[in-house]
């Protein structure tokens, strides 16, 4: 990663801001750990027999070359394979993706066709695109980056037959002002299920979840036993005064001076602080009691 070629001032912005990260990727596998090599193993050793220069010079006479591109790159010709190409260490994982991909046409290929080899086929004039995509999404084998298999909705692979990892950028003093980095992995992604393989370091040197942000402490608002009680009381005296005066007014419509201020205006100012009351009783409602 290009972390580890960093290097940086102690202390600075950049330095501060850099430490304790970490890196989601993509492996091409894990290799065996019971001794007898497993797909990654083989494909590994196989492919590392191309490192010799009459392989290479045939892969690159079977490359294009680009005439009068300029790709920033003095000298560019177009893609080309070198000692380099087979890497020091970790194998690339482009290598091993590849060639399961490339597995996987074959199979498929051979699955459309009704063969189990295209070494005698001489036309593949009966190989529809329909047919070649259903045998994609159902063909599955043990490729070098783990067993493979296809979601059928998505035609993706499904994540949980892939290898990731999470490496911990791991600030290291380089001298007395500048510090670089090395990453280590520390947990693995195989399997469907993840495992620890080394204690990730957050920014504060330790091992422990920093709390960047304090806890949310939620202000609910609850009405409280006292206030609900005071507004019960206060809607049921108006639900209560409302019906005695409706009623009041109903003995005494004949009254002059109840006739001469309306009955029917007074029921509806009497309908009107009902409802009002009413809406105390919904109002009141809450999850501190109310669950």
């Not at 890196?23 to 590994?44: E, I």
């Not at 409280?224 to 209560?240: D, K, V």
Request: aromatic share 10%; hydrophobic share 45%; net charge negative.
């Amino acid at each position: 990663p290009f972390f580890e070629t960093m290097e940086l001032p102690t202390n600075s912005s950049l330095a501060l801001a850099t430490r304790g990260v970490g890196l989601f990727s993509a492996l091409n596998g894990l290799p065996s750990s019971s001794g007898t090599p497993n797909a990654l193993d083989k494909f590994t050793e196989r492919f590392q027999t191309l490192n010799n220069a009459a392989d290479i010079a045939y892969v690159n006479s079977r490359l294009p070359v680009y005439d009068n591109v300029d790709f920033d790159s003095p000298g560019f010709e177009g893609p080309q394979v070198s000692n380099s190409t087979f890497g020091i260490g970790d194998l690339s994982i482009f290598a091993s993706t590849l060639f399961d991909e490339t597995i996987l046409l074959g199979l498929s290929a051979c699955g459309a066709l009704g063969v189990s080899s295209t070494k005698n086929v001489t036309s593949v004039s009966s190989l529809s695109g329909s047919a070649m995509f259903g045998h994609i999404l159902n063909t599955t084998f043990e490729g070098a980056t783990g067993r493979i298999v296809l979601d059928p909705i998505t035609a993706s692979r499904l994540p949980t037959t892939a290898v990731f990892r999470i490496s911990n950028a791991i600030q290291v003093p380089l001298n007395e002002t500048h510090v670089t980095y090395k990453f280590v992995d520390s947990d693995i992604f195989a399997d469907g299920q993840w495992r620890q393989t080394a204690p990730y370091i957050f920014s504060d040197g330790t091992a422990g979840v920093p709390s960047d942000v304090p806890a949310a402490e939620l202000e609910l608002n609850y009405l409280g036993s006292a206030l609900r009680i005071t507004g019960f009381a206060l809607a049921g005296s108006i639900l209560f005064l409302s019906i005695i005066f409706a009623a009041w007014t109903a003995h005494y419509r004949k009254n002059a001076v109840v006739t001469a201020s309306q009955p029917i205006f007074l029921w509806i100012l009497c309908t009107g602080s009902f409802l009002f009351g009413a809406t105390i009783l919904p109002i009141s409602i809450d999850d501190e009691i109310w669950v």
